[in-house]
């Protein structure tokens, strides 16, 4: 009887000694929900910063993967205040005779929502932007040269490397444009679209979810 309190009592006092010790890490193969504290026993079976966020689409060599139901989410940082941007490919819609893949966005800074139609060239794998209400532009070419114009800007790097918060990104291209609020730069990685936005003073997107 004397132990039994003794134990009680050392469990009241320091919680910590008597936690459940177990695997915490919800993405491993042995997560044990009741665990409360980490014994180091976890078994990730893919690191969760790997394929597809960090490495794209296995064998996609395209620099926009277009397809129903893909989705882009992207962390926005402006002034250290951070909220979520989102674009989703919902379907197909036909404008003046023209196929366009519809997109869907969500801007949760300011709470707005709305669409634009892309289109992509099958001859040469030319990406093509539509804003609602305007005329479609070049939103990144499926072969890119250092110098080319894309729409309001111009490609000035093939070979980029860049770091967000969830990976490291090679071989990126990237796409300046320049207006009288700030420089923007956009990053496009094979296999996965764009991994980052610099909006320069206006903040930065950083690619921080897929659905592929």
Not at 7 to 18: D, F, I, M, N, R
Request: with cysteine; charged share 20%; hydrophobic share 35%.
């Amino acid at each position: 009887m004397k132990k039994l309190f003794f134990a009680l009592l050392v469990c009241s006092t320091t919680l910590v000694a008597c936690k459940k010790e177990g695997c915490t890490n919800p993405l491993a193969t042995n997560y044990d929900k009741k665990a409360k504290k980490d014994d180091g026993s976890c078994i990730l079976t893919q690191d969760p910063n790997t394929a597809p966020l960090c490495a794209g689409i296995t064998g996609n060599t395209k620099l926009l993967p277009i397809a129903a139901g893909y989705k882009w989410e992207y962390r926005r940082t402006t002034g250290g205040q951070a909220s979520l941007y989102s674009e989703e490919i919902v379907g197909t819609e036909d404008i003046n005779g023209i196929s366009y893949f519809k997109v869907h966005f969500v801007n949760n800074q300011i709470s707005s929502t709305g669409t634009f139609h892309l289109r992509v060239d099958a001859s040469n794998g030319n990406v093509y932007k539509k804003p609602d209400g305007q005329e479609e532009v070049l939103y990144i070419s499926g072969n890119p040269t250092v110098g080319q114009s894309i729409g309001a800007g111009t490609v000035t790097n093939v070979n980029a490397s860049i770091t967000t918060a969830a990976c490291t990104y090679t071989g990126c291209v990237e796409v300046t444009e320049s207006s009288t609020l700030a420089t923007k730069k956009l990053y496009f990685k094979r296999g996965i679209g764009v991994v980052k936005v610099d909006n320069g003073v206006l903040g930065v997107d950083e690619l921080d979810g897929v659905a592929f």
